[in-house]
C-alpha cells in the first residue's frame, strides 16, 4: 500500500504519542481550528490536529503536522527522540531520490469522484479562514505542480490559494519562485499556464517539495527518496499534468495571461499581517477527490508552516559549512526564530576564529538568516534555553558578535529596511553570535552531573504515579 495521509494518520495514532490529538466535538469552519492550537502551543504542545466534525462538512480536516520536530521525524519514520538523526537521514535520502511511476490500477483513489463545468464548487471543500484579519478563506497547504515549457521539466511548490468564487482562486507567487519563472514563460509565449494542485498526501510530500535545487530539481523524485518507494502518478482530467494518486484532493486549472486577482492581508508565518498585493489568478477546470476525503489544512501564522522547509534549508547550510568548518557537529533552524531567521550552528572547535567563520558560511549561504548563534558541541543546538545560556555565559559583545548591515533579507521581516533607512525595503542587519569558548587559555569548567550516574538515574524510579509535577504512569 503506498503511503498517504490517512496511513500517517493512522501510525501516528498507533504511536500513542502526544504527536497526535483527535476532537470529536463539533468546531465551527472558520478561526476556530487555530486558536485551538494556539492554546495548545501556551501549554507547550505542538500535535497534529484532527478535527473529525467541521461544521458544514462530512470531511475531517487534519492541520499541524508539521508543527514539531518530533513530527518531522516521524514524516521519515525516525526515532522522534533522536532529533540529531532527522537532518542527517533527510540529507541521506534526499541525495538518493526515486523516479515517479505512472499508477497502475483502474482508478486512482484521487480520481474516485471528478467534477467538472457548473459541478465545480471550490466553497464545497472545507477550507477556512484562519485569522480574523485575514481577507478570506485560503487554502494553505497545497502542493501546485506546473510544467516549464522551455525544459519540459515539472516543477512542484507550495502556494497558497484564496478563494474567489465557485471556480476561481488566486496563487500567491513570490517572484523568486520556479513557479514564477515557469508563468512568465508560458505568458511570454502568450499561453495559459496549466496548473493542478494536490491537497492532503503523506507529509513527506511537502518536505521533499520544500527541498532546495534548480529548477531543473525534480521534487517528486525527492519525495520518493525521503518515501523509500516512487510516488505513483496518474494523468490530469482536464489539464496536461500528472499528480500522486493517492492525493485526497486535487484542483486543476490554468492561469491565462492577464489573470490576476487581489490577495491580502494575510496572517504571515512571522506572526504579522502581510499587506494586500495583485496574484495570478486560476481559473479552475476540474475538482478531483476521494470518496470520503480527509482535508488537509495549515495555520500560516504558526511554526507548521517554516518547519515544512526546515529540514531542505538545514540540509543545505549543513552542506555549505561544512565545505569550510569540516569540524561542524550540526545546524538547527529553530521555531522561536519564525524558523528562518535564527539560526545554531554547532562545532567542534580546532583553529582560532572558526565560530565567526562557520557564522560567515551561514550568512553567506541562506539570505533570510538574520542571527547566527555559533557554540561548541557541548550545546544542544535543539534547546533554545541551553543556546541562550551558552549567549549568557560565553559571550562579550564587543568581540564575539559582528554585525552586518544593509544586506538582502527577508521580505516579511517587518524592521526591514531600504537603502536609504528611512523607508521600508529588503535588507536587514545580520548578527553573528560567537559564543565558542577560546582555544587558548582554560575556560571556566562547567557543572555537570557525572556520566555513569546520569545513565544510571531512571526518573520513573522518583517521579511516578501520585506525583503531581509527575508525568509519567510509575511502574
Ligand atoms: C506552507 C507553505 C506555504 C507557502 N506559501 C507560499 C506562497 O503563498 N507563495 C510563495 O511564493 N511561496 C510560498 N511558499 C514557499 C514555496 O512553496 C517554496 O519556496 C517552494 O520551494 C517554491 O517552489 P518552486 O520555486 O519550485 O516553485 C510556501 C511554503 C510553505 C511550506
Known amino acids: ?180 519563472t515557469i508563468r512568465g514563460r508560458h505568458h511570454a509565449a502568450g499561453n495559459a499556464m496549466e496548473v493542478a494542485v494536490f491537497i492532503g498526501h503523506h507529509p513527506a510530500y511537502h518536505i521533499g517539495g520544500a527541498s532546495r535545487g534548480p529548477l531543473e530539481h525534480d521534487e517528486l523524485a525527492v519525495t520518493g527518496g525521503l518515501l523509500g518507494e516512487p510516488v505513483e502518478l496518474v494523468a490530469c482530467k482536464t489539464v496536461d499534468l500528472k499528480v500522486p494518486a493517492y492525493a485526497e484532493v486535487v484542483i486543476e486549472g490554468r492561469i491565462p495571461p492577464g489573470s490576476f486577482d487581489n490577495d491580502g492581508p494575510f496572517a504571515e508565518y512571522a506572526g504579522y499581517y502581510g499587506a494586500p498585493m495583485n496574484v495570478p489568478a486560476i481559473e479552475v477546470t476540474a475538482i478531483t477527490r476521494r470518496r470520503d476525503p480527509i482535508w488537509h489544512d495549515l495555520f500560516p501564522s504558526f511554526r507548521e508552516h517554516t518547519q515544512v522547509g526546515v529540514l531542505g534549508r538545514e540540509a543545505q547550510l549543513y552542506r555549505r559549512i561544512r565545505e569550510i568548518v569540516p569540524n561542524l557537529g550540526g545546524v538547527h533552524l529553530p521555531p522561536s526564530g519564525a524558523n528562518f531567521w535564527h539560526c545554531y550552528v554547532s562545532i567542534r572547535k580546532r583553529a582560532q576564529g572558526e565560530g565567526k567563520l562557520a557564522g560567515l558560511a551561514v550568512l553567506g549561504s541562506n539570505y533570510d538568516v538574520k542571527h547566527v548563534i555559533v557554540v561548541d558541541d557541548d550545546i544542544d543546538i535543539y534547546d533554545d534555553q541551553e543556546v541562550l545560556w551558552a549567549v549568557a555565559t560565553r559571550v562579550q559583545a564587543d568581540v564575539d558578535c559582528s554585525i552586518v548591515t544593509n544586506s538582502f533579507g527577508a521580505h516579511l521581516d517587518p524592521t526591514a529596511y531600504g537603502e536609504t533607512r528611512s523607508e521600508r525595503g529588503p535588507m536587514t542587519t545580520k548578527v553573528i553570535i560567537d559564543t565558542t569558548r577560546p582555544l587558548s587559555r582554560q575556560f571556566a569548567e562547567r557543572v555537570r552531573p557525572a556520566k555513569d550516574l546520569w545513565d544510571s538515574v531512571d526518573l520513573r524510579d522518583y517521579v511516578g504515579v501520585g506525583n503531581p509535577g509527575g508525568d509519567n504512569p510509575g511502574r
Open 1 to 180: 500500500m503506498a503511503k498517504d495521509l490517512r496511513s500517517f494518520i493512522d501510525a501516528l495514532r498507533a504511536s500513542r504519542s502526544a504527536d497526535l490529538v483527535e476532537i470529536e466535538r463539533q468546531i465551527p469552519r472558520d478561526l476556530y481550528m487555530t486558536v485551538i492550537q494556539e492554546k495548545l502551543a501556551k501549554q507547550g504542545r505542538y500535535p497534529a490536529v484532527l478535527f473529525r466534525n467541521v461544521a458544514g462538512n462530512r470531511w475531517p480536516t487534519v492541520t499541524g503536522l508539521f508543527s514539531s520536530y518530533s513530527l518531522l521525524a516521524r514524516a521519515l519514520d525516525v526515532d522522534p527522540t533522536e532529533k540529531g538523526r532527522v537532518l542527517a537521514e533527510y540529507m541521506k535520502r534526499e541525495a538518493n531520490p526515486i523516479a515517479p511511476v505512472s499508477f497502475s490500477g483502474r482508478t486512482a483513489p484521487v480520481q474516485e469522484i471528478v467534477m467538472t463545468g457548473d459541478d465545480i464548487d471550490l466553497d464545497s471543500l472545507p477550507v477556512q479562514q484562519h485569522c480574523a484579519g485575514d481577507s478570506g478563506r485560503y487554502i494553505t497547504i497545497g502542493c501546485m505542480i506546473c510544467k516549464d515549457p522551455v525544459s519540459g521539466v515539472t516543477n512542484v511548490g507550495t502556494y497558497r490559494h484564496e478563494l474567489k468564487g465557485r471556480a476561481r482562486m488566486g496563487c500567491m507567487m513570490n517572484p523568486v519562485q520556479h513557479a514564477a
